[in-house]
């Protein structure tokens, strides 16, 4: 309370209670004296809460202006904390966006690193196939159409030609093979031979034709690696769910193949995806 307001009271007060005074007319004039003192007393007892706060008043600006700092600083740090959310969330968002990204690249790599893995593979299969029929020379038998041993060195040369990179002159030969003698000990391994240029050359689709060809021949030893191929041709292809089911089929025909782990870790990375 200013002091400007406790005058303003002290006025009305004076101008009140003279009106006061008339209106008791059984007051005694004795009673003047008393009344003035009591007036003295508030007057002084006013000055006394006028000077308090005077002296407060100091106190009170101080701690309003401590106050105003304090919600300026408050307000401050709040900015300054939001900005760092900002950040931190934009910094989340270019962290996600990476591992989206080196995801998608880790996929392409696996893909590439399964096809290496698979012409590792299949070379060292052809490598074993043609020492074996080098150093066997017992298994042949007789055909109506072509001679055992004429069989196997074209068999042979096509098997060389396949490592060596000519898969025109490998296709040619295989080709020639399984329609010349279907009936011969090697015609399925020349059917299976024949599809692996096709899936190496990635021609997938024709690929696929010839390694379902390779289930018609009976006691055949390459149903297992063809059933392989015929998951990874159509993973090449982005047949994803064909793909599964290719692989699911090995794991449920082939039990004991050397292969199923290699499909049921397949499915798995597919699944993923």
């Not at 990635?202 to 055949?220: D, P």
């Amino acid at each position: 309370m200013s002091k400007q307001i406790l005058k303003h009271y002290i006025f009305v007060f004076g101008f009140l209670f003279p009106s006061y005074i008339l209106a008791q007319g059984s007051t005694s004039s004795m009673d003047l004296p008393r009344l003035s003192n009591t007036v003295s007393k508030q007057s002084m007892r006013i000055d006394s809460l006028d000077a308090q706060f005077r002296l407060l008043l100091p106190e009170l600006q101080n701690a309003l202006s401590a106050n105003l700092k304090a919600k300026e600083q408050t307000d401050s740090v709040a900015i300054l904390l939001i900005n760092r959310i900002n950040t931190f969330q934009n910094k989340m968002r270019l962290i996600e966006d990476k591992i989206s990204y080196v995801d998608s690249v880790n996929f392409e790599i696996l893909a590439q690193l399964v096809m290496v893995e698979n012409k590792i593979v299949t070379l060292a299969n052809s490598f074993t196939e043609m020492y074996e029929l080098k150093s066997n020379k017992s298994s042949d038998r007789v055909s109506s159409r072509i001679s055992p041993v004429e069989y196997k060195r074209t068999y042979i040369d096509a098997l060389t030609a396949y490592q060596n990179g000519d898969y025109n002159k490998a296709i040619n030969g295989f080709s020639g093979l399984v329609i010349s003698d279907p009936t011969n000990d090697l015609a399925d391994n020349s059917q299976y031979w024949l599809a692996e240029c096709y899936y190496t050359i990635k021609n997938y689709k024709r690929a696929v034709v010839e390694f379902e060809k390779v289930f018609s021949f009976s006691g055949t030893d390459k149903d297992d690696d063809a059933q392989l191929k015929l998951g990874h041709c159509h993973r090449s292809m982005g047949n994803i769910k064909k793909a599964i089911e290719e692989y699911q089929r090995l794991i449920d025909y082939f039990p004991g193949s050397e292969f199923y782990e290699k499909a049921r870790q397949s499915i798995k990375q597919l699944k993923v995806q």
